[in-house]
């Protein structure tokens, strides 16, 4: 599904990430489902401008590092001890398990709110969470 509208922000929703654009150029990707990272992240995060300000995610052979990849795919909201697991150190699992609410532009702002389980190490529940999001662009921009 892709999201276009004369606030600038468009979005596609694909299966284990959401694409982010504004005024048709590549902003961010949201990754929710990743076979090798242990949480949601924003991948390849640019400025309005094209700067990108994270690491190339995956890797670029040859022009990134490649050194411990899955600890640094982008920008990712972890914590360092729930309940003895860190999440920082990839201790334990941030599972997406929905979006709570659907991406949407409106009023010049993309939102949306996921829900995730934090899992400890051995796999057991030890709570829900939800993050809400939201993208604008900044009023000096």
């Known amino acids: 599904m892709q999201v276009v509208n004369t606030d600038g922000f468009a979005?596609?929703?694909?299966?284990?990430s959401l694409r982010i654009f504004y005024e048709g150029n590549p902003l961010a990707e949201y990754v929710f489902r990743d076979n090798t990272i242990l949480r949601p992240y924003?991948?390849?995060?640019?400025?309005?401008?094209?700067?990108?300000?994270?690491?190339?995610?995956?890797?670029?052979?040859?022009?990134?590092?490649?050194?411990?990849?899955?600890?640094?795919?982008?920008?990712?909201?972890?914590f360092g001890d729930v309940n003895g697991s860190d999440f920082w150190r990839n201790g334990g699992t941030i599972k997406h398990l929905r979006f709570k609410t659907q991406p949407e532009v409106n009023e010049g702002r993309l939102t949306f709110s996921t829900e995730s389980e934090l899992l400890s190490p051995d796999n057991d529940l030890i709570c829900t969470v939800v993050n809400r999001f939201v993208l604008r662009r900044g009023e000096n921009e």
């Open 42 to 78: 924003f991948a390849n995060l640019k400025t309005l401008s094209g700067l990108q300000v994270t690491r190339n995610y995956p890797p670029v052979a040859g022009k990134d590092a490649t050194d411990h990849a899955t600890m640094h795919p982008g920008l990712w909201l972890a």
């Open 11 to 16: 979005f596609i929703q694909q299966q284990d």
